[in-house]
């Protein structure tokens, strides 16, 4: 079993869609929660970071981090055509021997149609 | 664009050759990870080198090997090639080690042929 999971889709909604990722985890030390976006032939963007459980909002998007049930996602409102690119969900554990690795899921391709 | 630069862009090597990578750290950071992502997969990662040591690794063998400069510059080695090696390394600085916020460069793609 992998740590992350993530639904690779692929996932193509119309623009102005509300678009929702998810990614669920094993390993309860994670305590860091990433989103990155990455564009055909690029390198990932770092979208926004989370600590621990709850919410946290950065215009179009909202990330949330349920540790309880080891569960994470990322709301994109307004989906836009220019927001069609892999969504990758990372991890991390401050406490561990390698606590600067970042665990990532596979990525979900998300296409937004005009 | 983050600041952190990688080269090649793009490398073919043979089954068994050696390979070397670069990346250039964004100004300010000095620390670097080293991650491969295989088509179609979510990056995996090598190492991590911090004060020109390394400071953590994945799941990767010996043959995958790195340096890391006083300007905090980095290269990643990889000897006798398979096949599988064949994907996009990517290289991602941080102000310090442990530091969630990593920004990656745009990578270099590597075939193995």
């Known amino acids: 079993q992998k740590e992350v999971e993530q639904d690779p889709g692929p996932l193509s909604v119309p623009e102005g869609a509300i678009v929702s990722l998810n990614c669920t985890y094993s390993n309860s030390a994670f305590q860091y929660f990433m989103w990155y976006r990455q564009y055909s032939r690029k390198g990932p963007e770092l979208l926004m970071y989370?600590?621990?459980?709850g919410n946290k909002e950065d215009g179009r998007f909202t990330a949330q981090v349920d540790k309880s049930s080891k569960y994470i996602s990322l709301f994109i409102r307004d989906s836009q055509p220019s927001d069609s690119a892999t969504y990758l969900c990372?991890?991390?554990?401050?406490?561990?021997?390698?606590?600067?690795?970042?665990?990532f899921g596979q990525g979900t391709i998300l296409t937004v149609h005009p | 664009e983050t600041g952190v630069t990688q080269s090649p862009t793009h490398l073919i090597k043979t089954r068994g050759q050696q390979v070397t990578l670069r990346c250039s750290s964004q100004s300010g950071h000095n620390t670097v990870s080293w991650y491969q992502q295989a088509l179609g997969q979510g990056p995996q990662f090598i190492f991590q080198?911090?004060?020109?040591?390394?400071?953590g690794r994945g799941n990767f063998p010996p043959r995958f090997s790195g340096l890391q400069f006083p300007n905090y510059s980095s290269e990643l080695n990889v000897n006798a090639l398979e096949l599988d090696d064949s994907a996009l390394y990517l290289c991602?600085?941080?102000?310090?080690?442990?530091?969630?916020?990593?920004?990656f460069g745009p990578g270099t793609r590597l075939t193995v042929t």
């Open positions: 991602a600085s941080s102000p310090w080690p442990g530091n969630y916020e990593q920004y």
């Open positions: 080198y911090y004060r020109e040591e390394e400071n």
């Open positions: 989370t600590y621990s459980s």
């Open positions: 990372a991890m991390s554990n401050p406490g561990g021997t390698s606590y600067g690795k970042l665990t």
